[in-house]
């Protein structure tokens, strides 16, 4: 069974945007995975690491998307982004302290659900105004 199973509630509508997010879920699965086999610190941080990178490219392109079709509101999206990375990088700390938990997990999992469920599916009815489903930009 997947930790974080990818279902249709989860469409936006942009494909682009839709498979960056399933890019995310796997990765969230394969760190529940190490987390729960007990791997050590060195493969969950490279886990975390790709993580961090992944979404800061995704949120980066989103946000250059929403600023292309003047979305209202662009700011919300981009601190939630901000406290995104932000919880990672904490996560990233705790990791060298050895005290990573699958609580990590399941917040990242709660946090990109709710995110995709909420902010991403507001941002999607916008696109989808503007007639945008398959364009995201490359930097």
Known sequence: MTFFQWGEIYESGN??????????????????LEMARGDGKEI???TLDQLVDYSKN???????????????????HETQHDAFIAMISKFLKRTNSDSITLDMANFLKNWLSNHILVSDKKFAYHLELKNITKQLPDK
């Open 44 to 46: 969950v941080n490279s």
């Open 58 to 76: 995704h949120f980066r392109r989103e946000e250059m998307l929403m600023k292309s079709i003047d979305y209202p509101y662009f700011e919300e």
């Open 15 to 32: 494909e682009i945007i839709d498979n960056d997010h399933k890019v995310l879920l796997r990765l969230i699965n394969d760190l529940y």
